[in-house]
């Protein structure tokens, strides 16, 4: 009687796990099913989204000059299927728009001539890049804490090889700020007598944006540039051109941001361990509330990618928020 009523109770039990397991397997297809309606439903949105502004964009007519067209050529392809993807680049810098800060208001910081309003802001700024050798590193680091640079890019630099090129495609899906540093960089040429040649200087930094736009798009634009040197090398220098250079700056609705924090890594003693680098940076941040910070990422420079890591963690731990300039 006993096993006879166990044997019933087994068979009830059964019974009750495969249907228990029939409700479980049927509640997991409801809930795998809500979560495909739930993506479908986003992954239209966010498209519908990014239509819209790419309508919005109004690309810009380039007049390309004869001596680009070499440059062009080269980096046709890429562009090529760069212009397929700048839908999704612009959908990843309109979310990245949340990191920017007005450029105007950080030239006017490096120039105390802004309100000290308390906020903690540390601009990340990276000279004479692209590199194949730092800039990856560079890239790596920023990813790792989720913080965002701004980017002051040679054209030189960026058509030397394809691999330079895709490292400017990262830097700008990856949420970074591009600036204009010049194609060349060349002292000689831009500042002969060391004094800044306005038509020759305004002919490099279109150049320049037209690498750009050929790299990222045509309707990439950028208005923030850096002066090989710094502006402030050329008040320094009392250089007799600088009024010229303002007027056509304006006139293109473009503005040249210096800094007011360097970590001394092309100056000074050449070499620095990350370490050196590093108490120069606490050292020149000092109380200061918003830093608009000198580093390079070019060739040799290292020791600055090794440093990265320490320079983030002790600016956040100061209690500065990163921005990009635009
Ligand atoms: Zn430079």
Redesign the pocket.
């Known amino acids: 009687m006993t096993a006879f009523y166990i044997g019933d109770d087994n068979i009830t039990k059964y019974g009750q796990a495969a249907k228990k397991k029939r409700i479980k397997r049927r509640n997991v297809k409801i809930k795998l099913l809500s979560i495909f309606i739930f993506l479908i439903l986003i992954g239209t949105i966010i498209i519908g989204k990014c239509l819209t502004k790419e309508e919005e964009v109004k690309a810009e007519p380039v007049t390309i000059p004869t001596t680009t067209t070499t440059i062009i050529n080269d980096v046709l392809q890429t562009n090529n299927e760069i212009s397929k993807g700048s839908t999704k680049n612009h959908a990843v810098s309109e979310e990245c728009k949340k990191y920017t800060y007005n450029a105007e208001k950080v030239s006017a910081i490096v120039n105390y001539k802004e309100k000290n309003d308390g906020q903690k802001i540390a601009f990340l700024t990276f000279?004479?890049g692209p590199s194949t050798t730092v800039t990856p590193k560079i890239l790596d680091v920023l990813k790792d804490y989720n913080v965002k640079a701004t980017f002051?890019l040679?054209g030189k630099n960026i058509v030397q090889n394809e691999k330079s090129k895709g490292l400017v495609k990262r830097e700008f899906n990856e949420g970074h700020a591009i600036g204009n540093?010049t194609y060349s960089?060349k002292w000689n040429m831009l500042f002969p007598n060391n004094k800044i040649n306005v038509p020759t200087f305004m002919d490099d930094v279109k150049k320049n944006d037209n690498v750009l736009k050929t790299v990222l798009g045509q309707d990439f634009n950028t208005r923030i540039l850096?002066v090989?040197?710094g502006y402030v090398s050329r008040i320094y220098y009392k250089d007799p051109n600088l009024p010229e250079l303002d007027v056509i700056l304006k006139e293109k609705n473009m503005i040249s941001v210096d800094w007011n924090v360097e970590i001394r890594d092309a100056a000074g003693k050449p070499n620095k361990s990350s370490d050196e680098l590093f108490t120069i940076l606490k050292k020149q941040v000092g109380t200061k509330s918003k830093v608009i910070i000198l580093m390079h990422d070019t060739y040799g420079k290292i020791q600055t990618a090794n440093a990265l890591p320490q320079i983030i963690e002790y600016l956040k731990y100061q209690g500065y928020e990163f921005r990009t300039i635009k």
């Open positions: 000279d004479d002051f040679i540093h960089h850096r090989p040197g």
